[in-house]
């Protein structure tokens, strides 16, 4: 996965990383928004779940210490994070506000 992951988010496509764990009810919680934004900005961003007890040294390095935790990467560039469960308008705000992606 680490592989894949460092060139994942360094892309030209901003990437919105869902830091999440099986166990953890508000990971459940923010797993069908998820879902949703993904669709909704489907082509423009890229939207991945990384399951942080398959992925710990992905975690580690990102210093992901409560889940859920969302983070923007732009060209491998962290330009937001959040723990918490974030609301789908939430989540379309913060990319408009780092992106021209979405218009």
Known sequence: MKGDFNKIVNEK???LVDFFAE???P???QSPVIKEL???V???VRVIKIDIDKNQAV???YNVRGVPTLVLFIEGQIVWRQ???QSK???LDVIKQHTSVLG
């Open 27 to 29: 990971c459940k919680a």
């Open 59 to 61: 975690a580690q390095r």
């Open 83 to 85: 723990s918490g469960v």
């Open 23 to 25: 166990w953890c009810g």
């Open 42 to 44: 489907n082509g423009k």
């Open 38 to 40: 993904a669709q909704e």
């Open 13 to 15: 496509t901003p990437v």
């Open 89 to 91: 308008s939430q989540l």
